[in-house]
């Protein structure tokens, strides 16, 4: 698609702010109302997805130029989906997070990028993965561990536990205990190690088109050759990139199960049994790449048509991706079998979920701002009386890491696979 | 053309506010110049309004007035919004330098008292927020039509008021207690108890009470300064204290407690509507009262509905239901219908109120429409009418939408329109350039003022802005409704104010000019001579020149 | 002078000028302390465009204007001139009801309808208005409704100002306007009733609500000439119940429940001086029936109006039970030595002539305020304790507390009535009235109907507020001919 493709969105926006918000039947205090954390720290109207389209229009119509206020306001956010959602409530003929990542896109190609962002994109051409670290050492955290090599073997399933699981140190025995629970279940499933590739899934975020290309096709290549069928992540933009940018973009046909779908899927066979108690309390957040932008996913080509005289749809109809449908239950269902656990929720929960604040190149490019988003869903945490705040995701889990250091949100920070292992 | 104002004011400005909260960038501006309803008045069916030529992003009531005091040093406009929807919100005129106030940085609810049953908020604070809030503590507040993304302080202070909960909460306008407010001049005012120290509690006095200059039917709407606090009467809420809806997106549903009923009303005839009107005023109950689900079009409203509620569906399943044979027959039922939400205090009293809704509707020949009635319908009617969180399917269909008509009245007189303005809105659908929903797409509270007694029904009309010969379309109903509605003797909707605000301002004082009684634009003349000496306010605060009423032109 | 009354009577009529003394002696004070002045006529006009001529007559020889609807005796000063060679223009002639309109429950009257005869008109078509406790039969109803009395129904009360809804009014000018919706159409009643409007839309016209301008002006804005009055169906049911206590904070918590849910039609609380002085019977009969009455009741009208009205008295009556158990508190059916029919006549007629207040000692002194229900007490405290300071008997003191605004207001009054023809006693009244004021006025009092000697002490406060009102003043009546030297004018 091109930007002119959402020419038509930016004319049928309305500037109603309601991407500023979550969606208000869900609104349960003032304080945890805002949905959107790139107007919360950009606050012009041009940091929302409402002005993100205004901006795309402004720019197509020669009205503006890309100048460094306009890459803040198109480069400073998550591309968490809130506002999608949001926007959805009322329309569907919008599709708000399509055309800011077409805009991101638009601008990439001519040129205008942050260096932080080239950067990462550089790590990326040259060793496969988004953290700058050598590819070699990819596969370290499995040193130990005996894993299929898809490289010269077969198997059903690939597990991709993506570029943080494998670099980040401490998030390794997250990785680690997902091998576990798949040799447990026995499944035939194999490993890249230190030949796996980045989804490439930020790369297409951050608008680095062909950077996303190659590696969306290297690893589907790379599974066809091994012959799998199913990817496995424990990652939730991986699953997010595998299932949806995939196959919209790279006519992938695999399927793709993210490791809380696989878990509870095992505890609701009763083949996963949980023997150690752990009591504490607990609030889980929805990632956005699981929640409301992990829905099932169907690639679609169509075109606008017009009913009634003037309401848009489309031909063939034109599925609709709003949040409803998003992996919200695996994870509760989890964390409910786990004795000892009590789970209690935020207000921004599932398709309302406040962003990490690690997505879309943010992290990388906007430290601060990263970490204010995190801080707000810290504190948004600490409000429920919670131990620890549990998420099924290494970017959240890493940027609420970093950021609880310096907050004043004293909480545990688990990855929900991490809690199963130990309760096993 | 890229206008800016001049760099000492710009300076100036920043050393008040802050670098981070002033902006001159073009795309920025942009974002504030691009406005619902533009195309429809704008040359070339432009999108966006005239651009302000600064943004600024004041955080205190001081920085507003400082920042409004040196705007009249420098002769450039001040133009305030809170949430800034609806083309009016944006600067009038390309060639006056203007900067437009963003006041989102003034979000706080600063008290809650919740004896006295009333709260002080910030313009930036949105109904939704103020209503969760409220609701803790067994209240609520009356959240305009335009949903509960607006500003309250602007509905308050500087807009019109009326919303679905009108009927037993009140207008916003007789919710009003103290307000503040900061003059173009850069004075800062306050009104009723508050100016006499005394609190926020009371809108009145001392003696005539001031706020009479703040608004009237509509406030000034951005154009005679900047409402920066208000205190807003609360009323009591018997649901509980935190909304917990079920299902799915879109068409999120909020269970029915106890001492609630949740109705769609259906009438046999127009006759019985307004009759149904006047024995529920007469009668006093209703807590939420609106005709909300007719913005789709009677002819399509049945079937969007009932497709909206499935979160499998999208519009072009509406295609296949609207030949459904029964929600034909469902449409034909709730063609002539109205939303109906009782609270009660008490089991016994909300029982008695059904009793005397039945009654009522007995009398009128009206029934429940059953399907509208049942559990999923009812309570995505209670979500949807409680929160006010959909307003924006309004935009639905294709993303445009206008309202005509509306001239508010008692339902006697709004009945006496309402064959007109289907017929007249039939007609305009006929080239297929508008939404085909059905001449009869009105909407509107079942009473704009508290107690009841005043209503208004405003005909919902979707035009894509996306293609020109649409809009065109839009505008030929705007202009037909002006010449129907003369024709018929009914004053003019609310599409003349809309096209107002395309038109030059000449024709815009001939148009007031024309008005059987001047008193009130020559007052507001010399109010704004008084209290906007330099004119930083523009003509949404409308005014009439000396003398003008005296040589009108065609 | 000659020419004066030659103006005059070209305008309303011979017969309708009045030099009498009188007459006009009549007009020259009232019950407060305002200073004496005579007026040098009384007029008597008829029409609004006999009103508008006098009005244009008064600019062009910059004569002052006292506008006054309603038979005496008057207490508050504001009907008094304040500047010479001024006149009275007696509105009492203008006393028809234009319109009732039952269906829109819209009632039209002139300013000379009292209360007493609105009253009948409507129960005719079973309507009734929400009016203030008591008002004197021959009070005008556009008058007291634009003083903002407070009415004794606070469910009905979604303003302050309700329920008046539309003025035509004559401005200071010289011109004619109509306030609210009736200011956005042909300036005859006529012609809007035949284009369906019904004048029920207090705001407006346009971007300035003018019928707030002319509510609480004490005619120095504008004389009104007609006035649109939202009626109620007059209930088929009703009864009145009380609950009492020894401490007015015993009532407190009680009352915010019962305003909070909008129960009963008039609810009121009074002390038991001010309930005596409600009731029928001598003023030794009521002095000695005070003795054995509360120290504080809470009175609710339990009514029922249109569909099953009974039903729905015995049903606010549970949810009262339910409020008076939660509180601790009980409900009595009577009072001690007084039936409830009583008190509901009390609730439904006009005040015996010339008013109730009177009967104790013959004359008194009122201070009213607003506030809030919680600050109450308070200040009942601060007027108890002046009061005493200066040995008025307090059994005397009447102290009545009207819900306004749903609850969100409470109008506060106290009486304080004396023997005119004793010196020192009167004296004792007025020190006391001065120095509560203050004391009330410093501890937050809201006096929003600031008569008399208050309008110095809230103007000297309030500038924000003087700067408003002259700049309006200057527009409307810059000649300042309507009523000078009242509030901050």
């Given at each position: 698609m091109a930007l002119q493709d959402f020419r038509a969105d930016a004319m049928r926006c309305?500037?109603?702010?309601?991407?500023?918000?979550?969606?208000?039947?869900?609104?349960?205090?003032a304080r945890f109302s805002r949905g959107c954390p790139s107007m919360e720290a950009g606050?012009?109207?041009?940091?929302s997805a409402g002005g993100r389209l205004i901006t795309a229009l402004s720019l197509m119509d020669g009205r503006s130029t890309v100048t460094e206020r306009v890459k803040d306001s198109i480069f400073?956010?998550?591309?968490?989906?809130q506002c999608d959602v949001s926007c959805k409530i009322c329309r569907y003929d919008m599709e708000p997070l399509e055309a800011m990542r077409e805009l991101r896109a638009t601008i990439v190609s001519e040129g205008h990028t942050l260096p932080q962002l080239d950067q990462v994109i550089e790590g990326l051409r040259t060793?496969?993965?988004?953290?700058?670290?050598?590819?070699?050492?990819?596969g370290n955290w499995a040193a130990a561990l005996q894993i299929k090599n898809l490289t010269k073997e077969s198997a059903d399933y690939v597990f991709h536990p993506g570029c943080r699981y494998s670099f980040d140190g401490e998030l390794a025995h997250v990785t680690r205990d997902c091998v576990d629970i798949l040799q447990r279940a026995g499944i035939d499933f194999g490993i890249f190690g230190q030949n796996e590739k980045c989804c490439g899934g930020r790369a297409y975020d951050m608008g680095y088109r062909a950077n996303f290309n190659s590696m969306a096709k290297a690893n589907l290549s790379a599974w066809k050759r091994a012959g799998v069928t199913t990817v496995i992540t424990p990652c939730a933009e991986c699953y997010h990139t595998f299932s949806r940018k995939y196959t919209a973009k790279a006519g992938s046909e695999i399927k793709v199960v993210h490791m809380v779908q696989f878990i509870a899927q095992l505890v609701r066979e009763g083949k996963l049994k949980f023997?150690?108690?752990?009591?504490m309390t607990v609030t889980y957040h929805d990632p956005c790449h699981l929640g409301r932008q992990g829905e099932p996913y169907v690639a679609w080509e169509g075109e606008e048509k017009k009913i009634f005289g003037q309401a848009v749809c489309y031909d063939p109809p034109r599925p609709r991706y709003?949040?409803?449908?998003?992996?919200?239950e695996e994870p509760r269902e989890i964390l409910r079998a786990i004795p000892g656990i009590e789970l209690r929720e935020m207000?921004?929960?599932?398709?309302?979920s406040w962003c990490c604040g690690a997505g879309g190149g943010s992290r990388e490019a906007y430290p601060e701002f990263s970490r204010a988003t995190a801080d707000e869903r810290l504190e948004e945490a600490r409000s429920t009386g919670a131990a620890a705040i549990v998420t099924a995701c290494s970017w959240c889990e890493r940027n609420f890491l970093d950021s609880i250091e310096s907050s004043e949100a004293k909480l545990k920070v688990f990855d929900i696979v991490e809690l199963v292992a130990q309760a096993l | 053309m890229i206008r800016t104002i001049p760099k000492e004011a710009y300076g100036a400005i920043k050393d008040i506010v802050?670098?981070?909260?002033?902006?001159?960038?073009p795309a920025i501006l942009d974002s504030y110049a691009f406005?619902?309803?533009s195309e429809l008045v704008r040359p070339d069916h432009c999108h966006f309004m005239p651009r302000p030529w600064a943004i600024v992003l004041p955080g205190s009531t001081e920085e507003v007035a400082a920042v409004t005091r040196l705007c009249n040093k420098y002769g450039i406009k001040v133009k305030p919004i809170s949430?800034?929807?609806?083309?009016?919100?944006?600067?009038?005129?390309?060639d006056e330098p203007t900067v437009q106030f963003?006041?989102?940085?003034?979000?706080?609810?600063?008290?809650?008292d919740e004896k006295n049953m009333y709260a002080v908020v910030e313009p930036y604070v949105i109904c939704a927020q103020l209503q969760a809030e409220v609701m803790k503590r067994g209240l609520n507040v009356n959240i305009i039509g335009?949903?509960?993304?607006?500003s309250i302080v602007a509905s308050a202070c500087a807009y019109f008021g009326a919303g679905p909960s009108s009927f037993y909460m009140g207008n916003n306008s007789e919710n009003l207690l103290g307000q503040e407010w900061v003059t173009p001049a850069g004075d800062v005012i306050r009104t009723g108890s508050l100016s006499s120290n005394c609190?926020?509690?009371?809108?009145?006095?001392?003696?005539?009470?001031?706020r009479g200059i703040t608004?009237?039917?509509?406030?000034s709407r951005g154009g005679l300064g900047t409402y920066t606090r208000c205190a807003i009467k609360l009323s009591p809420w018997?649901?509980?204290?935190v909304m917990e809806p079920t299902g799915k997106a879109p068409g999120y549903r909020l269970p029915i407690p106890e001492k609630f009923r949740v109705y769609t009303i259906g009438a046999p005839s127009w006759d019985a509507y307004a009759d149904c009107f006047y024995k529920i005023y007469d009668n006093g109950i209703g807590y939420i009262f609106h005709r909300q689900f007719n913005l789709a079009g009677a002819d399509l409203a049945a079937a969007l509905w009932l497709t909206y509620i499935?979160?499998?569906?999208?519009?072009?399943d509406v295609e296949t239901a609207v030949a459904d044979p029964e929600i034909k027959r469902i449409t034909e039922e709730s063609r002539i219908s109205f939303q109906l939400i009782l609270q009660g205090s008490s089991i016994e009293n909300i029982q008695l109120q059904d009793k005397i809704l039945n009654a009522i509707m007995r009398q009128c020949g009206c029934y429940k429409v059953e399907r509208f009635c049942e559990p999923d319908m009812a309570e995505f009617t209670n979500m949807y009418l409680q929160?006010?969180?959909?307003?924006?399917c309004n935009y639905m269909w294709v993303g445009g939408y206008m309202g005509s008509?509306?001239?508010?009245?008692t339902p006697d007189f709004v009945k006496g329109y309402v064959p007109i303005a289907i017929d007249s809105f039939a007609k305009d659908q006929e080239s297929g350039k508008?939404?085909?929903?059905?001449?009869d797409a009105l909407m509107g509270c079942g009473?704009?003022?508290?107690?009841?007694g005043l209503c208004g029904l405003e005909q919902f009309v979707s035009y894509d802005p996306n293609d020109d010969s649409s809009v065109d379309a839009c505008i030929q109903h705007m202009e037909d409704a002006v010449t129907t509605t003369a024709r018929h003797g009914i004053p003019p909707g609310k599409e003349y104010i809309y096209l107002q605000v395309g038109w030059p301002e000449e024709k815009v004082w001939d148009a007031l000019a024309?008005?059987?009684?001047k008193f009130v634009l020559n007052f507001q003349r010399k109010i704004k001579e008084a209290f906007d000496p330099n004119a930083?306010?523009?003509?949404?605060?409308p005014w009439l020149p000396e003398g003008w009423g005296e040589k009108t032109t065609g | 002078m000659k020419n004066a009354k030659a103006a005059l009577e070209e305008i309303v009529g011979a017969q309708n000028v009045i030099d009498d003394a009188s007459v006009i002696e009549s007009y020259s004070?009232?019950?407060?302390?305002a200073p004496r002045r005579r007026p040098h006529f009384v007029v008597r006009p008829k029409t609004a465009a006999e009103v508008q001529a006098l009005v244009i007559w008064a600019n062009e020889t910059c004569t002052p204007l006292v506008a006054v609807s309603s038979?005496?005796?008057?207490?508050?000063?504001?009907?008094?001139?304040?500047?010479?060679?001024s006149v009275i223009?007696?509105?009492?002639?203008?006393?028809?009801?234009?319109?009732?309109?039952r269906r829109n429950r819209i009632v039209v009257i002139e300013p000379g309808v009292t209360y007493a005869v609105l009253e009948t008109a409507l129960s005719a078509h079973g309507l009734r208005i929400s009016q203030?406790?008591?008002?004197?039969?021959?009070?005008?109803v556009v008058a007291s409704l634009l003083e903002r009395?407070?009415?004794?129904?606070?469910?009905?009360?979604?303003?302050?100002?309700?329920?008046l809804r539309n003025c035509g009014v004559v401005w200071g000018t010289g011109e004619i306007a109509f306030t609210?919706?009736?200011?956005?159409?042909?300036?005859?009643l006529e012609e809007q009733w035949k284009s369906?409007?019904?004048?029920?839309?207090?705001?407006?016209?346009?971007?300035?609500?003018?019928m707030r301008l002319v509510t609480g002006a004490q005619g120095t804005m504008g004389i009104v000439v007609w006035a649109s009055v939202k009626c109620e169906l007059l209930p088929e049911a009703k009864r009145c119940v009380f609950v009492t206590g020894r401490r007015l904070a015993e009532l407190v918590d009680f009352c915010y429940k019962i305003e909070r849910i909008r129960l009963g039609d008039e609810v009121l609380c009074v002390n038991a001086a001010q309930l005596a002085t409600m009731l029928q019977g001598s003023s030794a009969e009521l002095t000695e029936l005070r003795k054995f009455l509360p120290a504080w009741t809470v009175i609710i009208a339990l009514a029922g109006a249109g569909l099953y009205p009974e039903q729905r008295v015995q049903v606010q009556e549970l949810d009262l039970n339910c409020i008076a158990q939660q509180c601790g508190l009980a409900i009595n059916q009577c009072l001690p030595r007084v039936s409830a029919t009583a008190v509901q006549q009390a609730l439904d007629r006009c005040s015996p002539e010339p008013y109730y207040?009177?009967?104790?000692?013959?004359a008194f002194e009122e201070i009213f305020f607003l506030t809030t229900l919680n600050k109450v007490p308070g200040f009942v405290e601060t007027v108890i304790e002046i009061a005493a300071e200066n040995n008025?008997?307090?059994?005397?003191?009447g102290i009545y507390i009207q819900p306004q605004h749903q609850g969100v207001t409470q109008h506060v009054e106290f009486s304080l009535p004396f023997d005119p023809a004793d010196r020192i006693e009167a004296e004792k009244v007025r020190r006391i009235v001065a120095a509560a004021s203050e004391a009330l006025m410093q501890q937050g009092?809201?006096?929003?109907?600031?008569y008399g000697a208050w309008a110095e002490m809230v103007f000297n406060r309030d500038t924000q507020a003087t700067r408003i009102l002259r700049t309006v003043k200057q527009i409307v009546d810059p000649k300042n001919v309507l009523n000078p030297g009242k509030l901050c004018f």
């Open positions: 309305t500037r109603c702010a309601y991407c500023k918000w979550i969606p208000f039947d869900l609104i349960k205090s606050k012009y109207h041009s940091y400073k956010c998550n591309l968490c989906g060793q496969f993965n988004m953290l700058g670290q050598p590819a070699k050492n990819r023997t150690r108690p752990q009591k709003n949040g409803a449908f998003g992996v919200y207000e921004r929960i599932r398709e309302a | 802050g670098a981070d909260n002033i902006s001159d960038d406005e619902v309803m949430t800034g929807w609806y083309h009016w919100a944006a600067p009038l005129k390309d963003d006041l989102r940085r003034m979000d706080k609810i600063i008290e809650i335009a949903g509960c993304s607006t609190g926020w509690f009371c809108s009145e006095g001392p003696g005539p009470s001031p608004r009237g039917t509509l406030g018997e649901g509980p204290p499935d979160p499998t569906k999208t519009l072009n929160r006010l969180g959909h307003k924006h008509w509306m001239q508010p009245g508008l939404v085909q929903c059905g001449g009473s704009t003022i508290g107690g009841g024309r008005m059987p009684q930083l306010g523009d003509r949404n605060y | 004070s009232d019950q407060s302390d038979g005496s005796p008057h207490f508050h000063g504001d009907t008094v001139p304040c500047r010479p060679e223009v007696d509105l009492s002639r203008m006393n028809t009801i234009k319109r009732i309109d203030p406790l008591l008002p004197r039969a021959n009070k005008s009395q407070p009415t004794t129904i606070p469910r009905f009360n979604f303003s302050l100002p309700e329920p609210g919706e009736a200011g956005n159409g042909q300036m005859n369906g409007v019904a004048q029920v839309d207090p705001k407006g016209p346009n971007a300035t609500d003018l207040k009177l009967k104790g000692k013959g008025y008997d307090l059994s005397h003191l009092a809201y006096f929003s109907r600031p």
